[in-house]
């Protein structure tokens, strides 16, 4: 089969057997004979769709069950809004870390919330480098906010330093992409459609320890303890959305996440070789 690529900005491409099955799958989904955008959201078929994209994320991850993982809408900006929503606190302070278009975008959303601090930037040389790591956060820091590779600039983090206050992750860009220490973080997630799917979506993955300090009044669907009270089904959700997610972690599981890395570092090097 031949197919067109779309190199602008947006989607990434989905591997073809994953858009192969997904097409079959929308027709009629496994012994069910039902169309998968169908499926009944509370019913047993989309409950193991969800439990095996869990299993999944915690085994690619290397996190346990101390992490809940959560499906939810909105892609990545909606995670922008989620994370001030659900944790600063008229008293706490969100810190961000600006090292590119997606931070600086994730820190504007946090202003509609409450107070928020820029601890490091790079804006001043454009964003062609990574800040250095903040030496000091102020005081009653709810969270630290990190995009791990900004898209737009190419600046990714590898090795963190120790923080002193939860560590929050955008990986949007990056999640599942190379090997990395997830478990530093209280709070990870990414917009579904580069690495994990289709657009529309996200996946977070919290520490209970932090789930525990999230703000109560909070409308459900927004809430990060509502979504993990009634996993990820808090309204009708996005089956179809899930179900992609969860045959791109079988192919990420199938590929293996060396030869990913592998193959994106080759990649890397064959575009830039030729810019
Ligand atoms: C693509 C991207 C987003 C935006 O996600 P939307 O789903 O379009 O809101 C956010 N953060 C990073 C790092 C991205 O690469």
Redesign the pocket.
Same mark, same amino acid.
């Given at each position: 089969m031949t197919r067109k690529t779309n190199f602008g900005a947006g989607p990434a491409t989905l591997p073809t057997e994953v858009l192969q099955q997904l097409a079959a799958a929308t027709i009629s989904y496994g012994h069910t004979g039902l169309p998968l955008p169908e499926l009944e959201h509370r019913g047993a078929p989309f409950a193991a769709i969800l439990e095996e994209c869990n299993a999944l994320m915690r085994e690619l991850c290397q996190i346990d069950n101390d992490y809940e993982v959560l499906w939810l809408h909105?892609?990545?900006? $909606?995670q922008?809004c989620m994370v001030p929503m659900n944790f600063l606190t008229p008293d706490t302070t969100a810190a961000y870390i600006d090292s590119g278009y997606?931070a600086h975008?994730?820190m504007q959303y946090a202003a509609y919330y409450g107070q928020s601090a820029t601890v490091a930037s790079s804006a001043h040389t454009a964003y062609d480098r990574l800040p250095e790591w903040p030496a000091t956060l102020p005081p009653n820091t709810a969270y630290l906010h990190l995009?791990?590779?900004?898209?737009i600039y190419g600046t990714q983090w590898h090795t963190l330093p120790a923080a002193t206050a939860p560590l929050v992750a955008?990986?949007?860009?990056d999640i599942l992409s190379r090997q990395h220490n997830y478990r530093q973080y209280a709070l990870f997630y990414a917009?579904a $459609?580069?690495n994990l799917g289709l657009?529309?979506m996200?996946v977070a993955v919290i520490h209970r320890d932090m789930l525990a300090k999230a703000n109560k009044n909070v409308p459900p669907l927004l809430s990060y303890a509502a979504q993990a009270r009634e996993k990820s089904v808090v309204n009708t959700a996005n089956i179809t959305g899930v179900y992609a997610s969860l045959l791109m972690l079988r192919w990420t599981k199938e590929r293996g996440i060396d030869a990913i890395e592998a193959e994106n570092a080759q990649k890397a090097d064959l575009l830039y070789n030729h810019l």
């Open positions: 909105g892609g990545g900006r $909606q922008f997606w975008e994730a995009t791990t590779n900004n898209t955008d990986m949007s860009s917009a $459609q580069k657009s529309g996200a």
